[in-house]
């Protein structure tokens, strides 16, 4: 059975850091963009980053740009979002996903940015 | 970047009804268009994509329509469990982006 698990929120004072982790299972990673979503508290989906399957291609939302980095290990079968300087605004809860290409999407590991 | 507009941001609806669900782009994306649902606490689920292609396994009393700029989820007599948060996303250009959704309420 596919899936994908995240881990890795918490609680972090502004300025900073987390990484995000999301294992994938059931399916052949490296085949896939993955991506992260993020949704804040009581509101809508906001797309965050994408990395293409082999790692060699990236992009970012112009909210997150220098700020947060997304890679991946394939031999883990794991993407990775490593992020900086962190504010308020980042609270959110955050799915990674296999966005529509045989869409599916993780349960989301909340983040709380707060001092 | 590339605006989508859902309104109203709430409807109300019994079930058995038949609910349209409009979402607007800023500028074409042909049908570079989803429509996800998400329930509280859980992560969205896609419903449609290419504007009016049915996800496998969605029942088909959901449908899609529209291109260019204009486009609509219909939902024809709602179940229970079809109140929910609907999302609209436009996938034709990065960065991609969401309606601020549209919650549909038993009335």
């Known amino acids: 059975e596919e899936s994908l698990v995240e881990s890795g929120g918490g609680l972090v004072q502004p300025g900073g850091s987390l990484r995000l982790s999301c294992v994938a299972s059931?399916?052949?990673?490296?085949?896939?963009?993955m991506h992260w979503v993020r949704q804040a508290p009581g509101k809508g989906l906001v797309w965050v980053s994408r990395?293409?399957?082999?790692?060699?291609?990236?992009t970012y939302a112009d909210s997150v740009k220098g700020r947060f980095t997304i890679s991946r290990d394939n031999a883990k079968n794991t993407v990775y979002l490593q992020m900086n300087s962190l504010r308020a605004e980042d609270t959110a809860v955050y799915y990674c996903?296999?966005?529509?290409?045989?869409?599916?999407w993780g349960q989301g590991t909340l983040v709380t940015v707060s001092s | 970047d590339i605006q989508m507009t859902q309104s109203p941001s709430t409807l109300s609806a019994s079930v058995g009804d038949s609910v349209t669900i409009p979402c607007r782009a800023s500028?074409?994306?042909?049908?570079?268009l989803a429509w996800y649902q998400q329930k509280p606490g859980k992560a969205p689920k896609l419903l449609i994509y290419k504007a009016s292609t049915l996800e496998s396994g969605v029942p088909s009393r959901f449908s899609g329509s529209g291109s260019g700029t204009e486009f609509t989820l219909t939902i024809s007599s709602l179940q229970p469990g079809d109140f929910a948060t609907y999302y609209c996303q436009q996938y034709n250009t990065y960065p991609l982006t969401f309606g601020q959704g549209t919650k549909l309420e038993i009335k």
């Open positions: 059931g399916f052949t990673f490296s085949n896939y963009w």
């Open positions: 500028q074409s994306i042909s049908s570079s």
């Open positions: 990395i293409r399957g082999d790692g060699s291609s990236t």
């Open positions: 996903t296999r966005l529509l290409d045989r869409d599916m």
